[in-house]
């Protein structure tokens, strides 16, 4: 038996991404019209357990971002996580249990809403903690690599996906109610070889982080506003099918996605990706009037790109971590937050529009409208400049050099976060300190920060007095002495 433990416990962190892939896998069945496969279960029900689980992940969400080191130490634990699986698998059961109770009239409507929205909101928010116990060692890569792992669960989230769907019925609702239980066992290895980032943030929120936020709220609402539309006016028998082609056709997607970041040498433009992705949304959800595209096709096209531009804002807020030293509890609670909110006022709005629209005519029109201005605005608060001053370039052959001299260190930046600490640096001088190390010339750094050349030479001679070094020499030296002296976090 130990033997096994033994065997099993080497493989993280590759079970740690097949956690994330269930997570993720769950969420695309539950989510989707594939789960209308169970006979009791309705469109309704859908949209209701989309919304209600949103909720509940809200709260949790915004409470790993306000307290990140209690709920990191209470929250990620075992015995809470695998209370938390408990807990979800409980709500689960009973709420396919209350759908059978009242297609049989067995249980009053007042009843049965109550008990129904509390057993989703309780599910929402208890598999918070499982998807942010799953994405902490994403935090740690280097942003290519990182996206090749996104990438990885991302497939392994669909070969579940097709399991469950196209699976016997009681296998598939065995399978499906225990997955919050398979994910909390697939952490099991972590909790004595997981490094975690540093719970110290190196730079605290600024105006570029709010934008980002707030755009992905928007971006999140334009890509869920137009989902009733879709849902109106698709045959109901092609439901199933769908979704499914939805998910290969991410699946197509992702590996070009992969061919793309093997392929482009230096810094990979996330930002110009996401910009055209949601470009390309734009595009989509106006094919209906102006190539006549049919409801299946739309359908298909719209529900994969929402689920790349989910895995691309994973990507960039693990990218963001990576080379800040966030604390990922607090980038992702709030970035999460950001975008179940914005998926839930998108689902909420459009299912207001149904019920003010008579025609579909006017449905599509007031849809489109809403998507156009919402992507209007989120470009205008966020525009693609912004992304790359926020996702500075890495130099991952460096950190690749490093990994293979089998040097102790995690990341560049804790070595780097614990010179500028020792040094006593300001804010700005951080800032400042942080290109220096990467290398960056004066004025790279004055472009990168919006400051003039002379500033930036200002804030270097502070920095050397304060390190007591006297040339970028000297500083490479002194940051290689941190690196050396790094030790794995506890």
């Not at 990182?146 to 016997?168: I, K, M, N």
């Not at 006016?233 to 998910?247: A, G, H, T």
């Not at 605005?377 to 950190?399: G, N, Q, R, T």
Request: aromatic content about 12%; glycine content about 4%.
């Amino acid at each position: 038996m130990k033997n096994v433990l033994g065997k099993l416990f080497a493989q993280y962190p590759s079970l740690n991404y097949v956690g994330l892939a269930l997570w993720l896998g769950w969420s695309a069945v539950a989510f989707s019209r594939a789960f209308e496969f169970y006979d009791f279960i309705s469109a309704s029900n859908v949209f209701g357990l989309f919304t209600f689980i949103q909720i509940g992940s809200i709260v949790v969400f915004l409470l790993a971002a306000v307290l990140p080191e209690q709920v990191s130490s209470r929250l990620l634990s075992p015995s809470a996580l695998f209370a938390s699986a408990g807990v979800a698998t409980l709500c689960i059961v009973s709420t396919i249990a209350l759908f059978e109770l009242a297609d049989e009239g067995a249980i009053g409507s007042s009843s049965y809403a109550a008990i129904y929205a509390i057993a989703s909101i309780l599910t929402g928010a208890s598999l918070v903690p499982l998807f942010l116990k799953c994405i902490v060692p994403f935090c740690s890569q280097a942003p290519k690599r990182a996206t090749l792992r996104f990438a990885q669960t991302l497939f392994q989230s669909g070969l579940y996906y097709f399991l469950v769907v196209g699976s016997p019925r009681i296998f598939s609702l065995v399978l499906f109610c225990l997955t919050p239980l398979l994910i909390v066992i697939l952490q099991i290895p972590t909790r004595s070889s997981t490094a975690k980032p540093s719970a110290k943030s190196t730079s605290q929120f600024n105006r570029p982080f709010i934008g980002l936020f707030v755009a992905m709220t928007i971006y999140a609402i334009a890509m869920r506003i137009f989902e009733p539309y879709v849902a109106s006016v698709l045959p109901r028998d092609s439901s199933m099918f769908v979704s499914s082609f939805s998910i290969c056709l991410l699946l197509i997607v992702t590996i070009a996605l992969v061919c793309a970041v093997v392929t482009v040498k230096g810094a990979f433009p996330f930002g110009r990706i996401y910009h055209l992705a949601i470009a390309l949304l734009l595009v989509t959800v106006l094919s209906p009037s102006v190539f006549n595209s049919s409801p299946v096709m739309l359908s298909i096209l719209c529900l994969a790109i929402v689920h790349f531009l989910t895995m691309l804002y994973r990507c960039i807020l693990a990218y963001i971590v990576f080379q800040s030293g966030m604390n990922p509890m607090k980038l992702f609670g709030f970035g999460m937050a950001a975008i179940s909110l914005g998926s839930l006022i998108g689902n909420v709005a459009g299912a207001l529009l149904i019920r003010v629209a008579s025609e579909l005519e006017l449905l599509y029109l007031l849809s489109f409208a809403m998507v156009f201005l919402c992507i209007i605005a989120a470009f205008l608060i966020f525009p693609e400049s912004k992304m790359k001053a926020l996702l500075l370039p890495v130099d991952e052959p460096a950190l690749d050099a490093l990994e293979n001299k089998e040097r102790p260190v995690k990341w560049w930046m804790e070595a780097a976060e614990r010179a500028a600490r020792q040094g006593r640096l300001s804010e700005r001088e951080k800032e400042v300190f942080f290109l220096l190390v990467r290398g960056k010339s004066t004025q790279q750094i004055a472009d990168k920060l919006f400051l003039s050349p002379y500033t930036v030479k200002a804030h270097t001679r502070n920095i050397y007095a304060k390190l007591d070094i006297h040339s970028r020499n000297e500083l490479n030296d002194y940051v290689d002495k941190q690196i050396n002296a790094s030790q794995p976090l506890p």
